[in-house]
């Protein structure tokens, strides 16, 4: 069976799908795995890390298997095998008629986003692995912008205040957020209309922010509000908010529109050098000023609303990706040989492809 890994070709996209110690693992179960050349440069690992881990330079696509990180292009489609795999993140929910596309194309797409969030599965979450990415980075992107420190300091020249950063959303990534804002020595909040986050928020030293909405959906995710519950979260949220130095957004609703969490007028109520760090921005951000891909400066408030915070820490994300693939490349081998059993529930969740 072979294993094809393509260049990745988004701009921006600095990621790869395995890595030198994963394809090791692979070919010592006898998998034969063709990597194209350069794609890992932009994650630093030159050709021959690979070819040394036991791997071909070569034409990926033709591969009985494909693993990416971004959905493929149009082109990227064309040049895929009819009966092969393909394995990457496939935006099932945004994207729903790339499962048609391949499906068209005879390819058995395995979306990374549908690996479903059970114990047995987590070797294989990719959206975790890689929400702790953003999460860790969205600190660092805040402390860089911010006028402020992080820490209490207690110097010769008098006493600085420590930062106080409030997380809206805590999922993984907001999680991670809260947990490397307190490292940096900030005091730290969070926010989620899934109660039983609470916990969660204060094992990582946060302080819980109760604004009592409720809001639990499908699958252990949140719902998204109705119109009232919004309207009374906007509200409380509007005068919390002014008294924080940063605030990181990570709320997400699968496959809906980001909610609005942090209108204009609660940006303006906060100090001038404050900073909001937008995660949902591929999803239309959950700051009303957020421009997602860009920062932004209103009212001496900086707004960053990144895309893909994970591709800018390419080493570490490509390793945890590669092992997340690994572990679901290895639940459809038996005996070296590709044979998806789709009674499993895993695999049945995460093949996009099928016929129902
Ligand atoms: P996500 O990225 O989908 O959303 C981020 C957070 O935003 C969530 O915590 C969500 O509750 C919150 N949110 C949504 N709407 C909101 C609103 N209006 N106001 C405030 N917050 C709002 O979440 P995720 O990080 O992908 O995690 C989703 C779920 O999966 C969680 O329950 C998480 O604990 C669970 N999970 C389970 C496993 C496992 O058991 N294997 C692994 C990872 C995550």
């Known amino acids: 069976t072979s294993v094809g890994v393509p260049r990745e070709t988004e701009p921006g996209e600095r990621r790869v799908a395995l890595v030198p110690g994963v394809v090791e693992r692979l070919c010592a179960q006898g998998l034969d795995v063709v990597v194209e050349s350069g794609a890992g440069q932009a994650a630093l690992i030159p050709d021959d890390a690979f070819t040394k881990a036991g791997a071909r330079i070569g034409d990926p696509w033709p591969a009985d298997v494909v693993v990416k990180v971004v959905p493929p292009t149009e082109a990227e489609i064309g040049r895929l095998a009819a009966g092969s795999s393909l394995i990457g993140f ?5 994207d729903p008629e790339l499962a048609g596309r391949l499906r068209a194309a005879g390819v058995l797409g395995f979306a990374m986003e549908s690996v479903p969030r059970i114990s047995r599965a987590q070797s294989m979450d990719a959206l975790s692995s890689q929400a702790n990415v953003a999460g860790y980075r969205a600190v660092l992107l805040a402390a860089t912008e911010c006028t402020r420190f992080f820490p209490m300091l207690t110097t010769a020249a008098g006493t600085v205040k420590p930062a106080s950063v409030l997380v809206l959303g805590v999922g993984v990534a907001g999680l991670q957020a809260l947990a490397t804002a307190k490292r940096l020595g900030a005091r730290t909040t969070g926010y989620d209309v899934r109660p039983e986050v609470a916990d969660q928020v204060s094992s990582v030293g946060a302080k819980w922010l109760d604004l009592g909405i409720s809001a639990v959906g499908e699958g252990g995710y949140a719902r998204e509000l109705t119109a009232e519950e919004q309207a009374a979260q906007t509200q409380r949220l509007n005068s919390a908010i002014a008294g924080f130095d940063i605030v990181i957004t990570t709320a997400l609703v699968p496959g809906r529109p980001a909610p609005k969490l942090v209108p204009a007028e609660a940006v ?13 921005g591929p999803a239309g951000g959950n700051c009303e000023l957020s421009e997602p891909g860009r920062t932004v400066v209103s009212h001496e408030i900086t707004i960053a609303a990144p895309l893909n915070l994970p591709a800018t820490m390419p080493e570490h994300a490509s390793e945890l990706y590669a092992r997340n693939v690994q572990a679901l490349l290895e639940l459809m081998l038996v005996d070296g040989r590709l044979a998806p059993d789709f009674t499993d529930e895993v695999l049945a969740a995460t093949c996009i492809t099928r016929p129902d």
């Open 90 to 94: 496939l935006a099932p929910l945004t």
């Open 268 to 280: 303006h109520h906060m100090r001038p050098g404050s900073v909001i760090v937008d995660l949902a």
